[in-house]
């Protein structure tokens, strides 16, 4: 099915169900399609999207005058469609999506906290965001409410936040965190469970709420990237890119293809570095000491490599409105081949003695099983996904530049446990190394940016990237001042944590680490 076929199919079966679309546009917010609808069709739309297969994307509003508009993104193979409508001030009401993604359950929760917009069908109403942080009844992202808000005061322990109890004889609770013995961030884990078993686990994040969305408003081009890079630091060149990415596209601006090169390997640098250290750290996880040890190695001399060839160890601030600020030369090209062909050798060593150790067998084959139909629920893309049989990579699916120039594989398995997603983040390794190898071979000549143009008012656009976690969503609007009017990040790991309470059902307490680490959602990505 082509590109605009699908959605013609999806429009016949909107006026089968008697959804009013008011208005749709294929070009209006670069790349997506658009639909706006009347709010009151705004769950049967969802009804319909889910029924044909769509997969639930994210949520984020906006404050106009005295009305709020509110979009939601839907995916299917790789095409992707924004819905939108428009709710009064004076009456913030809207239907949830919820019912029909559970996905959406927390971006939701968070749009009510910040907004003070009702899902009035939601099946769980209690705050996400809020933390006591702020009066109850008022809204961060409204526009009277301060950036420094309005209590100096400490805030308050949200000691009071009603978790599920799970009731019957021998289930006990074990509350851990929010602060951990570790470097980790905080979040708060509440266990049922009988003996060694998990029952239930229900999650509470939000502790480094950080007002990303607040700050975001007002800032120039260049200033906003640098906060995008700072929205999770593991993150930072997916971030940054996508970020860039939404706003020339808004601004109609063209990136050097040299440029657009180095953003792709700087994006492949930063998962080879990641999923180097998570390995080595779920082998940790069950005493496997050496191949931690190892992966650390490896990662390390990854990383310093960043540092003298791109200046930054995580790559934080590479990536620029209109293109990169640095390029490296043919004798850092020579040096960064030669430490990928190193790597290529080092894992051919180590990944026999992973896939042959019993003792890691034992720990991570069936541990953590996350089926492919609560994968597919849940909306959760990257390594988690494609673990459980979710196969989709937007540098292949949603091709963009300059991946489009290549064949972007991509692997999938469907087995769901955790040594299914160890085995798909060994494998997205060597893919990435092989990409990078013809990146450096074919890198381009030219220019490394382009000059920022003046902007619209009311331009807009959206950025999407496949970060090393999955895909990751930017939102941009301009003023009329040509700075950021509205911002609106979406880290994969609004999906990926739900995961984690589902595929720790049936697991034994103690493997709960490992469970966690084999998913590694972030905090801070989450905490906007």
């Given at each position: 099915?082509?590109?605009f076929d699908?959605?013609s199919?999806?429009?016949?079966q909107?006026e089968?169900e008697?959804v009013?679309?008011?208005?749709?546009?294929?070009?209006?917010?670069?790349?997506?399609h658009?639909?706006?609808?009347d709010?009151?069709?705004w769950?049967?739309?969802?009804?319909?999207?889910?029924?044909?297969?769509c997969r639930?994307?994210g949520?984020?509003?906006?404050?106009?005058?005295?009305?709020?508009?509110i979009?939601?993104c839907l995916?299917?193979?790789?095409?992707?469609?924004?819905?939108?409508?428009r709710?009064?001030?004076?009456q913030p009401?809207?239907?949830?999506?919820t019912?029909?993604f559970?996905?959406?359950?927390r971006?939701e929760?968070?749009?009510?906290?910040?907004?003070?917009?009702?899902?009035?069908?939601h099946?769980d109403s209690?705050?996400w965001?809020?933390h006591l942080a702020?009066?109850?009844g008022?809204?961060p992202l409204?526009t009277d409410?301060?950036a420094g808000?309005?209590?100096?005061k400490?805030?308050?322990?949200?000691s009071?936040y009603a978790?599920?109890?799970v009731?019957?004889?021998g289930?006990?609770?074990?509350?851990v965190?929010?602060?951990?013995a570790?470097?980790?961030?905080p979040?708060?884990?509440r266990?049922h469970?009988?003996?060694?078993?998990?029952?239930r686990?229900?999650e509470?994040?939000?502790?480094?709420?950080?007002?990303?969305?607040?700050?975001?408003?007002?800032?120039a081009?260049?200033?906003?990237a640098?906060?995008?890079?700072?929205?999770?630091g593991d993150?930072?060149?997916a971030h940054?890119?996508?970020a860039c990415?939404?706003m020339?596209?808004?601004?109609?601006?063209?990136v050097p293809?040299?440029a657009l090169?180095?953003?792709?390997?700087?994006a492949?640098?930063?998962?080879?570095?990641?999923?180097l250290?998570?390995?080595?750290?779920?082998?940790n996880?069950?005493a496997?000491?050496?191949a931690?040890?190892?992966?650390s190695r490896?990662?390390?001399?990854w990383?310093r490599?960043?540092?003298s060839v791109f200046g930054h160890?995580?790559?934080?601030?590479?990536i620029?409105?209109?293109?990169?600020?640095?390029a490296?030369?043919r004798?850092?090209g020579e040096?960064l081949r030669?430490?990928?062909?190193?790597?290529?050798?080092?894992?051919?060593?180590l990944?026999?003695?992973?896939?042959d150790?019993?003792?890691?067998?034992?720990r991570?084959?069936?541990?953590?099983?996350?089926?492919?139909?609560?994968?597919?629920?849940?909306?959760?893309t990257?390594?988690t996904?494609?673990?459980s049989?979710v196969?989709?990579d937007l540098?292949r699916?949603?091709k963009?530049a300059?991946y489009?120039?290549?064949?972007?594989?991509?692997p999938?398995?469907?087995?769901?446990?955790v040594a299914a997603?160890?085995?798909v983040?060994?494998?997205e390794i060597q893919?990435?190394?092989l990409?990078?190898d013809?990146?450096?071979?074919q890198?381009?000549?030219?220019?490394?940016?382009t000059p920022?143009?003046?902007?619209?008012?009311g331009a807009e656009g959206?950025g999407?990237?496949e970060?090393?976690?999955?895909e990751?969503l930017?939102?941009v609007?301009?003023d009329?001042?040509?700075?950021?009017?509205?911002?609106f990040p979406?880290?994969?790991s609004?999906?990926?944590w739900?995961?984690?309470e589902?595929?720790?059902?049936?697991?034994i307490?103690?493997d709960?680490?490992?469970?966690?680490k084999?998913?590694n959602?972030?905090?801070s990505?989450h905490?906007?």
């Amino acid at each position: 099915m082509s590109r605009f076929d699908w959605l013609s199919e999806l429009l016949a079966q909107l006026e089968d169900e008697h959804v009013l679309v008011l208005h749709g546009d294929a070009r209006q917010l670069a790349p997506a399609h658009t639909l706006d609808l009347d709010p009151e069709d705004w769950s049967s739309m969802a009804r319909v999207a889910a029924r044909f297969g769509c997969r639930w994307a994210g949520i984020w509003a906006d404050m106009i005058g005295d009305e709020f508009l509110i979009r939601a993104c839907l995916a299917w193979r790789g095409d992707y469609l924004v819905l939108t409508t428009r709710i009064p001030l004076r009456q913030p009401l809207l239907n949830s999506h919820t019912p029909y993604f559970p996905g959406a359950n927390r971006l939701e929760r968070h749009l009510q906290d910040l907004y003070g917009i009702v899902l009035s069908d939601h099946p769980d109403s209690r705050r996400w965001t809020r933390h006591l942080a702020w009066p109850e009844g008022s809204y961060p992202l409204r526009t009277d409410f301060p950036a420094g808000g309005h209590a100096p005061k400490r805030t308050p322990p949200d000691s009071d936040y009603a978790f599920v109890h799970v009731l019957g004889n021998g289930v006990y609770q074990i509350p851990v965190g929010p602060v951990h013995a570790g470097i980790i961030e905080p979040g708060h884990f509440r266990f049922h469970a009988v003996g060694e078993t998990v029952l239930r686990l229900e999650e509470r994040l939000g502790y480094v709420h950080k007002g990303i969305e607040k700050i975001a408003v007002g800032r120039a081009p260049a200033g906003l990237a640098r906060l995008a890079a700072r929205i999770s630091g593991d993150t930072t060149v997916a971030h940054g890119w996508a970020a860039c990415m939404a706003m020339e596209r808004a601004a109609g601006l063209r990136v050097p293809e040299r440029a657009l090169f180095v953003r792709a390997l700087l994006a492949e640098r930063e998962r080879v570095a990641n999923h180097l250290g998570d390995i080595g750290a779920i082998c940790n996880d069950v005493a496997f000491s050496f191949a931690h040890m190892q992966l650390s190695r490896l990662r390390e001399d990854w990383l310093r490599t960043n540092l003298s060839v791109f200046g930054h160890r995580l790559l934080m601030d590479c990536i620029v409105p209109g293109g990169v600020t640095r390029a490296p030369g043919r004798e850092d090209g020579e040096r960064l081949r030669r430490q990928l062909h190193a790597l290529q050798q080092e894992l051919a060593t180590l990944t026999p003695i992973l896939a042959d150790d019993p003792s890691l067998e034992d720990r991570l084959s069936g541990t953590g099983i996350l089926s492919g139909a609560d994968a597919r629920q849940l909306g959760v893309t990257g390594y988690t996904g494609k673990a459980s049989g979710v196969d989709y990579d937007l540098r292949r699916d949603h091709k963009y530049a300059p991946y489009d120039r290549f064949d972007v594989h991509s692997p999938c398995l469907a087995e769901g446990d955790v040594a299914a997603r160890v085995t798909v983040r060994l494998q997205e390794i060597q893919h990435s190394l092989l990409l990078l190898d013809s990146l450096l071979q074919q890198l381009p000549d030219g220019e490394l940016t382009t000059p920022w143009p003046a902007v619209q008012e009311g331009a807009e656009g959206i950025g999407l990237v496949e970060g090393w976690r999955g895909e990751i969503l930017s939102y941009v609007r301009f003023d009329a001042d040509g700075r950021v009017a509205r911002f609106f990040p979406r880290d994969p790991s609004w999906f990926s944590w739900p995961t984690l309470e589902r595929l720790i059902h049936g697991n034994i307490v103690p493997d709960f680490p490992v469970c966690n680490k084999s998913v590694n959602g972030s905090y801070s990505g989450h905490d906007l």
